[in-house]
């Protein structure tokens, strides 16, 4: 397990920490407030190489290991956790698989332009009927002449406002669940691909959140991996997409701690600043504890993943603590704050909500715990 960086490590984040406070930290608030798609920050994002971290440099990625991917990330989330996970999305969800899995042709076709930013991905996995049982998947692709048809509808697709890729998951083989499931690459123009509802979200507002209606034909060459392997692929991606929703959390934790902090040296109740309060200081001290155990839980699975491991567990457990340390952090930065921290508008009022869908999105933490779960009793 990593504890100490090396200096290429330290000079990401550091640069990571530099673009967050310079370009995206004025927009923060901006973006949460108006909930659109903040294109001009992606777009910086994309220039400063943040779209393809992973990505093999002959691809026109950064090629930087994981372990650097989640501190950028988490620097990120610092001051905006929408754009942190947007980038978290075209990253691992997809930049990676197609790295990954695709053919040269598609990484021809997709991967430079994923890597530089050009474009953004979207994943879309979750269906109305397959949230927390992703494997329950009623979109079909049935075989025709020169393809599949598609045809169903995913929810809460994330970029999807923006993206010009999505990977989209499909049953082909029904009857045998996350067996039968494969990927396809989509691209978001195609005829048959309808952009219905925009999610109206409690934080994480602007991530371009839409449901996608879909009834197209796509060629065999969208295939992305094997058919019938599309499940397996989801997983893999997620792995890493888990890491990047703890390092997101993380980030959010702590920006929550320095508001507390501010404020319990500024605000004075019986003559003195509240931070002098023992009760003040040990909510303090409980949020630092908590952030920092699931930080080292979010780096051994960041290292877990760059070691080609298989880093599921790890990357559940960083998620399950990091997430729920980021909302208790969250929640306790709202008591310290009292009546400023519950005014609408209030940095703290959007960490609160914005802490929230990290304990959601990418499986809840309940996944995570029968993820965790199923491991500790295989090993008992
Ligand atoms: C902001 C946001 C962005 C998202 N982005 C994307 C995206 O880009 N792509 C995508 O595909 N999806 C996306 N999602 C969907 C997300 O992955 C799902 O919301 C999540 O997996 C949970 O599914 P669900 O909401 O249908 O909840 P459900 O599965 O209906 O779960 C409801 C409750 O039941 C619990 N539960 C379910 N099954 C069990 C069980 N077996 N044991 C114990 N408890 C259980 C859950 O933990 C939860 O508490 C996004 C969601 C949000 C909120």
Known sequence: MILELTPEQRAFQQAAERFAREVVAQRAAGIDHSGEFPSDVMYAAAQAGLCGITVPAQWGGLGRDYVSYA???????????????????????????VAHFGTETQRDRWLRRLASGEILGA???????????????????????????LAG????????????????????????????????????????????ARADSLGVRGLGCMDLDLDLVVGGDQVLGEIDHGFRLAMWALQAGRVAIAAQALGIGDAAV???????????????????????QWMLADMATELDAARLLTMRAADARDRQENSTVEAAMAKLAASEAAHRAADKAMQILASEGYRRGSTVERLFRDARATEIYQGTSEAQRMIISAAVLADA
């Open 123 to 149: 994943f879309a996995l979750s269906e109305p009927d397959a949230g927390t049982d992703a494997a329950n998947q009623k979109t079909t692709a049935v075989p025709v002449a020169g393809g599949y048809r």
């Open 258 to 280: 320095a508001e507390a902090i501010a404020h319990a040296r500024r605000r004075e109740q019986f003559g003195r600043p509240i931070a002098g309060f023992q009760a003040i």
């Open 153 to 196: 509808r995913k929810v809460w697709v994330a970029n999807a406002e923006e993206a010009a890729l999505a990977i989209v998951f499909a049953c082909t083989t029904p009857g045998v669940r996350g067996h039968g499931i494969t990927a396809f690459l989509v691209p978001m123009d195609a005829r048959g691909i309808v952009r219905t």
């Open 71 to 97: 501190l950028a990330i988490e620097a990120i989330a610092r001051a905006s956790a929408t754009v942190a996970v947007s980038l978290s999305v075209t990253n691992s969800l997809v930049g990676d698989l």
